[in-house]
């Protein structure tokens, strides 16, 4: 069974985590909350902060073992660029994971930027990411 696993300061990383989960029939769990389970395909998501994932998503990578785990990555940031997801992957590649794909979109930032995002069209994105995941995991 796939796990859904993220890290979200302000609601728009844990959004799209929950229409991932939903998608795959499982529950999103908040990085602060779970270990790793023990197999499974994995799905990680972090907002953007400063160009990287959040602290606790870093902290969790760096002290786990990923070694023939496939995991697939998600991302929300101001700017829209995934830079979060591309510092997820490095690190999880160093760890161990190989990485399925990604899915990154804009999320609301500052309270006045991106109002609105993830928008609808970038939530179906997510969820078909969901799905052709499981296709190919
Ligand atoms: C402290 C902080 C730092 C941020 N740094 C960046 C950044 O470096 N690049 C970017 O594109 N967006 C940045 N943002 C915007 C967030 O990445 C964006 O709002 C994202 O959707 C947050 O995800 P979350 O709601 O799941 O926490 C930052 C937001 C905060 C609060």
New binding site residues.
């Given amino acids: 069974m796939a796990s859904v696993i ?11 985590a929950s229409a991932v989960a939903e998608e795959l029939g499982v529950k999103a769990l908040s990085v602060k909350e779970t270990g790793l389970p023990e197999d499974g395909t994995l799905f990680i ?8 994932p ?1 602290e606790d998503m870093a902290k969790f990578i760096a002290a786990n073992d990923f070694t023939g785990r496939k995991v697939a990555l998600f ?7 995934g ?2 997801v591309s510092a997820m992957a490095e690190a999880l590649k160093n760890k161990g994971a190989s990485i399925l794909g990604s899915y990154h ?6 309270l006045v ?2 109002i609105g ?2 928008d609808r069209d970038e939530m179906e994105g997510a969820r078909q990411f969901a799905r052709e995941m499981t296709r190919i995991g």
């Fill in positions: 993220y890290y979200s300061m302000t609601g728009n990383t844990k959004k799209m998501g972090s907002g953007c902060y400063g160009d990287k959040g991302g929300t940031s101001g700017a829209g660029a830079k979060e979109s804009k999320g609301r930032a500052f930027v991106n995002h993830p």
